[in-house]
């Protein structure tokens, strides 16, 4: 069915933690080369979401599929460029290592990750810091280190956990360009976020509360919907007015 | 491929760590060199007080190296109790009696072995009665104190095993705290190509630090070595291999650096008096069995002060080679805690 038209298809997961449900159903399903938002409040179960996707964690009922294959699958992990919320970098060695070690474990060629590497650097405007020791970075460096190295093995789905936090607007309207290009040429991306004005920028938006999907559609569509102004305004009316805890 | 470039890596991050990489390689031989110092030191000033001998035996104590002091009886017994003397002597009929401290082991056989020295060179006292032989009364301590023997062999396999489980836990679990470890299950690596890694990784820098310890010890600090060199080696290696495991294994268990360090009294102290530091009684001995140190002491111990080849230490080494083993299939699963494929 679905499995045709979407790249990443959840169907009625749910997400325990010990005792915990962390999700409760949660259905949905990304288009291929669309850029996803999943807007939420943190604590509201967007990390472990991706997570599923990426094929760390696995759902503890539900089904998940990515690009047609049921997850976690191994081998699937080279199609996907997971990158988490935390920079996760090695800081006593350079970007270059960095990138070369994460290149050689996705099974990459010497010459082919070589180009590749300055290519990724040049995209995220790092390509003077090469080979800088990641320890020498600042944090918006390092987010966007992070960036160019989940992007690093071509990945034909991109699930980003908060990319663009500690960014600043300049570079992070460069980062979205650089997204757009991406999802032009095919790639489906899935971004989390919890800053409304970023969420508009997707192509289509899933908001979540406690572990449940409360609303999906275009950001136009949300909006109209209920005949909200703003973002914000339609995810407070789909969250009812109860307040976080 | 995938475990190459996770041990390179891992090489990189230490050379680039020129801190961590010295302490791997040069703390082991500082404290080796320390216990060394601390152990071997020869006593210099040994005083005894004289209460009652003649000349002759006086002047045999002074070619001996000690310093006598003449008192009566009851300032003898001041000046042991203010440790100022280390042994009291009188002389009765031919009789050597001694007051010694026994307090400290070393002190006392070197001062009795002097004594029994200077009484021998006396002419007018004939060493074949009986009834002659000094008669030794420990005042402090006792004579059958545990002697710290075989302890070169014992102090390498236990440094090389402390600091190695010390730094292959921590970073393991900076790999995890980190976030590197998260992002490293999102690539297509197995979890075991981590682990084997690791041990690659920082078995590569053991390699190094073995041959560095063994050659320091063996030639440089010239402990009591009759076996073969590269059995010496190669039990080091073990030792750290183990350590290696077990530190990464139990850092699975830990939270923080903290937790790790938490490890220490808990696993590493105790094998260093469980593994030949001290005599046991024979219940407490078994205990020594279930700990890795043992078996890395007792090879050592059977290669480096009684010669023996491989033969005599196969046990051993089957023994910390599949504890190894076990420890990094252990760690393999436990790792499904992160990424259950």
Not at chain 1, 61 to 80: A, C, F, H, W
Not at chain 1, 97 to 114: C, H, I, R
Not at chain 2, 97 to 111: E, F, L, P
Not at chain 2, 231 to 238: A, D, E, K, W, Y
Request: net charge neutral; with cysteine.
């Amino acid at each position: 069915m679905e499995s045709e038209t979407s790249c990443i298809i959840l169907n009625k997961v749910n997400k325990y933690f010990g005792d915990k449900q962390v999700l409760k159903d949660v259905s949905m399903s990304v288009p291929y080369g669309c850029i996803y938002g999943l807007l939420g409040p943190s604590g509201c179960g967007k990390t472990t979401t991706v997570k599923i996707m990426a094929g760390i964690l696995e759902s503890t009922s539900g089904e998940t599929y990515v690009l047609g294959r049921k997850m976690p699958q191994l081998d699937m992990m080279n199609e996907i460029g997971y990158m988490a919320q935390s920079d996760a970098l090695y800081t006593m060695l350079s970007a270059a290592d960095n990138l070369e070690f994460f290149a050689a474990v996705y099974g990459m060629k010497k010459a082919q990750y070589k180009k590749r590497i300055l290519e990724v650097m040049e995209l995220v405007n790092l390509a003077d810091d090469l080979n800088k020791p990641v320890s020498a970075y600042s944090g918006g460096m390092k987010r966007r280190l992070s960036l160019a190295m989940a992007i690093l093995h071509n990945p034909k789905v991109l699930i980003l956990d908060e990319p663009t936090v500690g960014i600043d607007p300049l570079l992070r309207q460069d980062i979205w360009k650089e997204l757009y290009k991406m999802s032009e040429n095919g790639v489906t991306i899935l971004v989390t976020t919890h800053v409304m004005d970023e969420a508009v920028k997707c192509h289509r938006l899933a908001m979540m509360r406690r572990g449940v999907l409360i609303a999906q559609g275009t950001p136009d569509e949300l909006q109209n919907r209920i005949g909200a102004a703003t973002i914000e305004e339609a995810f407070i009316h789909y969250g009812g007015d109860e307040h976080e805890d | 491929m995938r475990i190459k470039a996770l041990a390179m890596r891992i090489l990189r991050q230490l050379f680039n760590d020129k801190r961590t990489l010295g302490l791997i390689l040069c703390a082991p031989l500082l404290v080796l060199t320390l216990i060394y110092f601390i152990l071997d030191t020869t006593i210099t000033d040994m005083k005894v007080g004289v209460v009652n001998a003649p000349q002759q035996y006086i002047e045999n104590l002074y070619q001996n190296n000690i310093t006598p002091v003449r008192c009566t009886e009851s300032e003898a017994a001041q000046l042991l109790k203010e440790e100022k003397i280390l042994a009291s002597v009188k002389m009765i009929s031919g009789k050597v009696y001694i007051d010694i401290d026994g307090s400290n082991t070393t002190k006392a056989t070197a001062v009795l072995a002097a004594m029994e020295q200077a009484k021998r060179g006396m002419s007018a006292l004939q060493q074949e009665r009986v009834d002659l032989k000094s008669e030794i009364n420990y005042v402090y301590g006792a004579g059958d104190l545990g002697m710290f023997d075989n302890f070169g062999s014992l102090f390498i396999g236990f440094l090389v095993f402390f600091f190695t489980f010390l730094i292959s836990g921590i970073s393991f679990l900076q790999e995890r705290t980190s976030g590197t470890l998260e992002k490293l299950l999102s690539t297509p690596i197995k979890r075991r190509d981590i682990v084997i890694g690791y041990i690659f990784g920082f078995g590569t820098v053991t390699v190094v630090q073995s041959a560095i310890i063994t050659f320091y010890v063996i030639y440089i600090l010239d402990v009591m070595m009759i076996g073969s060199l590269w059995l010496v080696m190669f039990i080091t290696l073990l030792s750290a291999m183990t350590a290696l495991s077990l530190g990464m294994l139990l850092s699975t268990a830990a939270s923080s650096e903290f937790q790790m360090i938490q490890f220490i009294p808990i696993v590493i102290v105790p094998q260093v008096f469980f593994t030949g530091l001290f005599d046991l009684s024979p219940e407490w001995a078994v205990v020594g069995k279930f700990m890795p140190l043992y078996y890395v002491a007792d090879a050592l111990d059977k290669v480096m002060i009684r010669g023996e080849g491989m033969a005599s230490i196969a046990l051993d080494v089957a023994l910390l080679l599949s504890l190894t083993l076990l420890f990094m299939i252990a760690n393999t699963l436990l790792l499904k805690r992160y990424r259950r494929i």
